[in-house]
């Protein structure tokens, strides 16, 4: 039987997760790094410029010495040469993505054509956009895999609302970014095979009647889409490293894949090894541009193997009270029977998704930078909201699950309950993520309400590693106590402008911080229709065309 994927579902699921992530959004940035790129942001609005320039109209608004930026942006050669207090005030290349700064510029454009804040408007519909799009593909991958639209749904609901990601919409952080290239050219790679296959089967069996003209112009047209889609797949590829440099680490994991996959098809791996290659090149050019090497992203010391020296992470990570994926996404936990039955269905995609999963969580396991954060560097940072450089892999453990509804006939209920249970909590712990800014104002809690943490050698290593002190549950704690409506940020030394979120309004929710419950409501109505109507297309089954194919 030949399904064909609902274009209305597409539209209805689409505009769900993109209202509901700008209605839950901070309408700010994290602590530095998406700063940092809106400020390039800003420079290619009004210097024309990649450059990050030290006299843009937002610098005025930080309370941080520029001249330590620039110095700290600089290569440890150049710093030799300075102290970053008698560092020239002069434009230079941040290592932060190019790519994300660029798509912000549009939004950047319309603040300023309607008379509001840039901050704002950036903040609330960049990674919105992007979360939300990534959602779709997932939509849009799972019903490829599974042919059911219904579990489709399902998945991109457990990626949208169930994990960590949800809380990036509030950050311009590029791993958003990062994770739709990603998925996107998993997707792409999958759909030019997928459809290349079955459409010369669909168009041989179903035409073998007709003249032979008529289908050989099906197979070719076929087979026209099967090279544009392996073409979409590495350009995506190409994309992901634009977005942040560790996409590196997982190329010869699809170029493997797409080797095996493609062997009967030559044309397709040409087009898509040659758009990668294309890509890559490019950003070659553009980092010979910045920083006068080709292989050189701007981390320079953070960019080489010296910066991967502890092993506490790859522990951290998977169960870490304060960073541990099992928390922050409780589901995770059934990824090994998914797993196998992941295997039995496409080994192909298996030993893709194994790949990414296994060389991500060593990559970033290993992250050590030295000082008194190093054991936390594999974490994200100190106000990343639980693993930040596993939010790549979130699509890929997502689509994964969707075997566990495939084997639901037996213990249906049980099943259920425990995987209802599980999306239960994730809601929950990443809600607390949304309702309260995570950030350095958290060091602040700690010192005001358990003045014995200070005397230990980092605040983040309780964060990290005790139950008490996770951000779980300090945002309980500052939910109960309505901590966030006692802060003053003005009288605050602030590292940034935006340190403490939106506060003193209890909630880090942009339009209802600003406008009020209002429009919130508007907005939840709005999702509550879209729901419905989602939920209707599931029910609705149009008349199918039964094919053998």
Not at 46 to 55: F, I, N, R
Not at 358 to 382: E, M, P, S
Request: one cysteine or more; proline letters at 4%.
């Amino acid at each position: 039987m030949v399904h064909n994927i609902n274009k209305r579902l597409i539209f209805f699921v689409f505009s769900f997760f993109l209202i509901f992530n700008i209605a839950s959004s901070g309408g700010h940035f994290d602590i530095w790094d998406g700063v940092e790129a809106f400020l390039v942001t800003e420079s290619m609005v009004l210097k024309h410029s990649a450059k990050l320039y030290p006299d843009l109209p937002s610098i005025n608004k930080l309370s941080f010495n520029i001249r330590y930026v620039i110095w700290f942006l600089k290569s440890s050669e150049d710093k030799k040469l300075y102290n970053y207090e008698t560092i020239p005030l002069e434009p230079v290349y941040s290592f932060r993505s190019l790519f994300l700064s660029a798509i912000a510029v549009p939004f950047y454009y319309l603040a300023t054509f309607s008379s509001m804040s840039q901050v704002a408007v950036v903040g609330l519909f960049v990674n919105s956009l992007l979360i939300s799009l990534t959602s779709l593909v997932i939509f849009c991958f799972s019903f490829e895999v599974y042919r059911s639209n219904k579990i489709a749904v399902v998945l991109s609901l457990i990626f949208g609302l169930c994990s960590f990601v949800w809380a990036y919409n509030t950050t311009l952080w590029p791993q958003p970014l990062q994770t739709l290239c990603l998925i996107a050219s998993v997707y792409f790679i999958y759909l030019s095979l997928h459809r290349h296959s079955s459409f010369i089967c669909h168009y041989t069996r179903v035409n073998r009647k007709d003249n032979n003209h008529d289908t050989y112009n099906n197979v070719k047209r076929d087979s026209i889409k099967g090279i544009y889609f392996a073409g979409l797949g590495g350009l995506f590829l190409g994309l992901s490293v634009f977005a942040h440099p560790s996409s590196l680490i997982l190329i010869p994991g699809f170029v493997a894949y797409s080797i095996f996959s493609m062997r009967r098809s030559s044309r397709e791996l040409i087009s898509f090894v040659t758009i990668l290659a294309i890509i890559l090149f490019l950003i070659g050019l553009v980092n010979y541009s910045r920083f006068g090497s080709f292989a050189e992203f701007g981390y320079f010391y953070y960019g080489t193997l010296s910066a991967h020296g502890g092993w506490i992470g790859l522990w951290g990570l998977l169960a870490s009270p304060g960073a541990g994926l099992i928390f922050y996404f409780p589901i995770v936990i059934l990824l090994p029977i998914a797993f196998r039955y992941f295997y039995r269905k496409n080994k192909g995609l298996f030993l893709l998704f194994s790949y990414i999963l296994i060389v991500t969580w060593l990559f970033a396991g290993t992250l050590y930078f030295g000082g008194r954060q190093g054991d936390r560097a594999w974490g994200g940072g100190a106000e990343a909201w639980g693993p930040r450089y596993l939010v790549p892999v979130l699509p890929f453990i997502t689509v994964v699950l969707g075997t566990l509804f495939l084997h639901m006939r037996k213990g249906l209920i049980l099943k259920l309950a425990i995987i209802i249970s599980l999306c239960g909590a994730g809601f929950y712990v990443n809600l607390l993520g949304k309702l309260i800014w995570y950030g350095l104002d958290y060091s602040l809690y700690l010192q005001t309400h358990s003045p014995t943490i200070t005397t230990t050698t980092s605040p983040y290593d309780p964060m990290t590693w005790n139950p008490s002190y996770s951000p779980i549950v300090l945002h309980a704690k500052t939910l109960m106590d309505n901590y966030a409506s006692y802060l003053q940020p003005t009288i605050y030394h602030s590292f940034l402008w935006n340190t403490y979120g939106l506060a003193p309004c209890s909630y880090d929710i942009y339009l209802f911080c600003k406008f009020g419950i209002i429009p919130v409501l508007l907005l939840s109505a709005a999702i509550s229709v879209l729901a419905i109507f989602i939920i209707m297309e599931l029910r609705t089954r149009s008349p199918q065309k039964k094919e053998q194919v």
